[in-house]
């Protein structure tokens, strides 16, 4: 029963986290990207804290609901991670990744409109959060190479296909950080792109496969009804002459 109810309030909770969690993107993008000063400072601060507490509120539902809260604690690491330490803003972001399920669930079971998704959705995504989070980290560091978000984005770009130019990389212990993570991200991406594809490819093999084999299966049905009406009709005659033979 109380799996029911946690399944009830992940399937409610979905499209209105992913609404929070894209007021967080725009709230962190205005704080990287404009830098505003006073009020539209403190507006973005309070944005953001709000967003913090909701996620924080759905962690408790969630873990309350659970029918093994230490298993699912154990397993929800991440999560607790998220609500635990609001000062690592770049960390907060991991939580975007349900813009992505919402994605998925709205291309239904196209395989193929998956895998599309997931990779421009996917990579878009990590491209830009690590762009803002390394370009926060970075920029005003003495011998910075990554000071505005074109050249972020650019870095973020190499990184992410492991490509890795060398004339801009991060020089701070947080910029090195996201580095590491963007880079096991795109190794993540691409393995859960290549696992699909190759999924794909087992069901519709498989498919034609049980296709193939009921078509076969009917043929053979088929061809026995055929043997066995040939039989009956072979019969009907020896039937007839062994009836005639026995007249007085």
Do not use: C
């Not at 998220?82 to 992505?100: A, D, G, T």
């Not at 040939?230 to 062994?242: F, G, H, V």
């Amino acid at each position: 029963m109380t799996t029911q109810r946690l399944d009830r309030w992940e399937a409610r909770a979905e499209w209105p986290l992913a609404s929070v969690a894209a007021v967080f993107l725009a709230a962190y993008s205005v704080e990287v990207l404009v830098q505003p000063h006073g009020l539209a400072a403190r507006a973005v601060e309070l944005a953001t804290w709000l967003t913090w507490a909701v996620f924080s509120a759905d962690y408790a539902a969630r873990l309350f609901l659970a029918d093994d809260r230490m298993r699912w604690f154990r397993t929800h690491l991440v999560d607790l991670a998220i609500v635990l330490l609001p000062l690592l803003r770049p960390l907060r972001l991991l939580r975007l990744v349900v813009l992505i399920g919402v994605i998925q669930k709205a291309v239904g079971h196209a395989i193929r409109g998956k895998v599309i998704l997931y990779t421009i959705s996917g990579a878009v995504l990590l491209v830009y959060v690590a762009s803002l989070a390394v370009l926060q980290a970075e920029r005003g560091q003495p011998d910075a190479h990554i000071t505005d978000f074109g050249q972020a984005v650019w870095w973020a770009i190499t990184t992410i296909t492991t490509v890795g130019y060398g004339d801009m990389y991060p020089v701070t212990t947080t910029g090195r950080v996201i580095a590491a993570l963007l880079m096991i991200g795109g190794i993540s991406l691409v393995g859960s792109i290549t696992a699909t594809i190759a999924s794909w490819i087992v069901q519709t093999v498989a498919v034609d496969d049980a296709a193939t084999a009921a078509a076969t299966a009917a043929h053979i049905n088929e061809l026995r009804a055929e043997i066995a009406s040939l039989r009956d009709e072979l019969r009907a005659p020896a039937a007839e002459n062994s009836g005639t033979d026995h007249r007085p």
